[in-house]
């Protein structure tokens, strides 16, 4: 049972720390969105690209269907809801921001209630899924690896801004 609710541990801490702190993919969405003012916040790149901003409400929405979905609420994607634009202001980013932070301590709550039994669960309409199968843990981990894919994204977009060719 020890090793069992070992791997639940390790599943709640990989989500909380690729947010926080990042893994071996890069260093998290906190140090991606650190210090980040309006104007970088707001620039887009290409008529075609979401600006950081857009992004960060972007990770929010998805933080906020992996814990509906942990909870057992209902959930159904809203398309509007999903890549949502942001007033190109500070208080629009600070706005933002805070969503972000908000969602990702909503979806620690209902990780912090997970058992090792539910991680087997199936989870319905696993839409993203090339099977259209999943299981809850399938959903956690995609939820961190979501937040590794944005985090260098906003790195890069932070590097294209400064003037300087990504790494």
């Known amino acids: 049972m020890e090793r069992v609710d070992h791997i639940v541990s390790w599943v709640v801490d990989r989500c909380d720390q690729t947010y926080r702190a990042g893994n071996w993919a890069g260093r998290g969405v906190q140090a991606a969105v650190a210090d980040l003012g309006p104007q970088e916040a707001h620039w887009r790149p290409h008529p075609d690209q979401h600006t950081i901003a857009e992004i960060v409400l972007h990770m929010a929405y998805w933080k906020d269907a992996v814990a509906a979905r942990l909870s057992g609420a209902e959930w159904a994607y809203e398309e509007t809801q999903d890549w949502r634009q942001v007033e190109p202001t500070a208080a629009g980013l600070a706005a933002a921001l805070a969503e972000l932070a908000a969602a ?20 319905g309409n696993a839409w993203w899924s090339p099977s259209g199968r999943a299981l809850l843990i399938d ?18 977009l932070r590097r294209l801004h400064a003037g300087r060719p990504p790494a």
Not at 108 to 123: E, I
Not at 141 to 155: G, K
């Open 104 to 123: 990702h301590g909503r979806l620690m709550a209902q990780l912090r209630m997970l058992t090792a039994a539910r991680l087997l669960d199936p989870v």
């Open 139 to 156: 959903l956690v981990v995609d939820v961190a690896t979501h937040d590794s894919y944005h985090a260098a994204q906003i790195f890069v």
